[in-house]
């Protein structure tokens, strides 16, 4: 009888003698195969026809194929024959099973899979998909997924998950993307690493997919945007994009409760709150003095301030806008003269682009974004006080729109609901009280209710609804708030933290203001603590004469 192998030899406690062992053992099996030595199995392959010795108890060791076989009837033969895998693939796995290595090409590999998976030989599987991963774009990757609903590869249908993760951006605009079904995608949208730098990017290819076939999709809809990171928009993107989608209306009402109730989060059921972790974000602050600009980085963790990039920019009053992963750089003061320049930073590679320049010479404009378009509006030419508007889109340049009622410059602009806001400003009368509201659907402008107070150049956020609206300056009276609520077309004051200078902006659901106490210097920066109604000071900015937050994606940045 047969000792138990469960019974380990003396020498198992010296794993260098082991190891001696195991080689003299494998080196006498190579031995054997090479001189088909000991043959007890010959394998006839038909395509193209060839012979194949081995050793049963080799292949049965390394493959619960071969296992199998050879414990039924079949494989008591000693010739078996092999019909649907290709000559020179079988010897070459048969040979695998002896030495643990397989060649693996680009001309290769499908067949080598397809071998694998009726062969049950596990690590050549893993192996082949690795190899189509790493070499995609040898590899096609249509042809890769035709392998892989051929085979059933659970292994490869994980690889090119992971490549659709990683390359996302670029997957979702291709035709194939189109024809993924709904549980391929929820699996890619679930995941954290998803590869994008703002969450408007996954709800952009979600909406892509639901209008290829919006009949056969429509029940679909709601469980691919429940995989989006809702609390990660503000109140105006989920009433104006979230909510008006069908059956998605539960969870815009969940999400606008998260971000407004944060005592309620506990008794509300969402699967995902936290951001992504290629979507944490922070703060790039332009930071401006006559004669120098830079880029300011802010490191939440340790809640410092450090310098991302230096800027040459021989012009002022430019428009200064985030767009993707670039700043955009509109109009200006250049040599004396208003200008209609546009350039644009990547602040991933920290280059300049020269872009379309705008139809008209703008300064002391107003520059904001619109369902990824961008809008000029209004400004000076000289003294001459600008009515006209008009919008940026890269594949169409600068297109002229309807102009203002009333031609303004300095003034401010929020989003709401899917419409443009321009409020305040000035002209040659003097500070503006007027509101105007842009319909992007018919191309009009309708003025709306005034302000209480002329205001030149304020700050305006759109939040839950309403807009706000405070002046960035007032040197020479308290800070004044007040906010308007579009759908009684009404203003009312709301009270005022004791900033001289303020500008402000929502990261990780929390306001952050940019601006003073009236005792202290221009650079502070505070955040709302809620549960305790308190504005907590963080580390401030340099003193500097101008400075413009953006809110980027930390991944923009880890090249510094």
């Not at 199995?41 to 395509?47: A, G, H, L």
């Not at 995608?185 to 969450?199: A, F, G, H, K």
């Not at 706000?468 to 005022?496: G, H, M």
Request: glycine share 4%.
């Amino acid at each position: 009888m047969a000792a138990s192998c469960t019974q380990r030899p003396a020498f198992q406690s010296n794993s260098s003698e082991q190891n001696r062992f195991m080689e003299k053992l494998m080196a006498k099996i190579l031995s054997f195969y090479d001189e088909q030595s000991l043959i007890d199995v010959t394998f006839k392959v038909s395509n193209p026809t060839a012979v194949v010795p081995a050793h049963r108890l080799i292949l049965a060791a390394a493959s619960p194929y071969f296992e199998n076989l050879f414990n039924s009837d079949q494989g008591n033969n000693p010739d078996i024959e092999i019909n649907d895998i290709d000559s020179d693939i079988f010897k070459g796995l048969i040979t695998f099973c002896y030495t643990g290595e397989a060649l693996i090409t680009v001309n290769n590999v499908g067949a080598m899979l397809k071998a694998a998976v009726i062969l049950q030989l596990e690590d050549v599987i893993n192996n082949c998909a690795d190899y189509l991963k790493t070499h995609i774009n040898e590899h096609t990757w249509q042809a890769a997924y035709t392998l892989e609903r051929e085979t059933q590869c659970e292994r490869l249908r994980q690889k090119l998950i992971e490549y659709e993760i990683k390359n996302f951006m670029e997957i979702s605009r291709r035709d194939e993307f189109l024809n993924f079904d709904v549980e391929k995608l929820q699996r890619i949208l679930e995941s954290d690493n998803l590869n994008i730098t703002r969450e408007e990017d996954a709800y952009d290819a979600i909406k892509r997919w639901f209008n290829y076939d919006v009949s056969a999709r429509q029940e679909s809809l709601p469980h691919l945007i429940a995989c989006l990171r809702l609390p990660q928009f503000d109140a105006d993107f989920l009433l104006t994009h979230i909510q008006s989608l069908p059956g998605c209306e539960l969870l815009a009402f969940k999400a606008l409760t998260w971000i407004g109730e944060p005592a309620a989060r506990t008794k509300i059921n969402m699967r995902f709150t936290e951001p992504r972790v290629t979507c944490e974000k922070t703060f790039l602050t332009l930071a401006s003095t006559k004669m120098n600009h830079n880029l300011l980085q802010y490191n939440k963790a340790e809640d410092k301030w450090q310098e991302y990039a230096s800027l040459e920019i021989d012009y002022t009053n430019y428009w200064p806008i985030l767009k993707d992963e670039n700043i955009l750089f509109i109009g200006g003061y250049k040599s004396g003269v208003s200008c209609n320049i546009v350039r644009s930073l990547n602040i991933r590679n920290k280059t300049w682009q020269n872009l379309c320049a705008m139809k008209q010479a703008r300064c002391g404009h107003c520059v904001v974004e619109l369902d990824g378009k961008i809008y000029a509006i209004g400004g000076l030419e000289g003294i001459k006080v600008l009515s006209s508007v008009e919008r940026y889109t890269p594949s169409s340049g600068w297109e002229s729109l309807s102009s203002l009622n009333v031609g303004r410059f300095d003034a401010s602009a929020a989003i709401l609901n899917g419409k443009l806001y321009l409020l305040g400003g000035r002209n040659i009368n003097g500070a503006l009280k007027l509101i105007e509201c842009y319909n992007p659907d018919s191309n009009t402008w309708t003025s709306c209710a005034d302000m209480m107070e002329c205001r030149v150049y304020p700050d305006v956020y759109a939040h839950k609804g309403h807009i706000y609206v405070l002046d960035k300056y007032s040197a020479n009276r308290r800070q004044s708030v007040e906010r308007y609520d579009p759908e009684r077309n009404t203003w009312s004051k709301i009270c005022c933290p004791d900033w001289a200078r303020i500008a402000g902006m929502s990261l990780d659901n929390k306001l952050w203001l940019f601006g003073p106490l009236e005792s202290e210097d221009i650079s502070s920066v505070s955040i709302y603590d809620e549960d305790n109604d308190r504005w907590v000071k963080k580390r401030s900015l340099p003193i500097v004469k101008e400075y413009t937050p953006f809110i980027v994606p930390v991944a923009l940045l880890s090249s510094k």
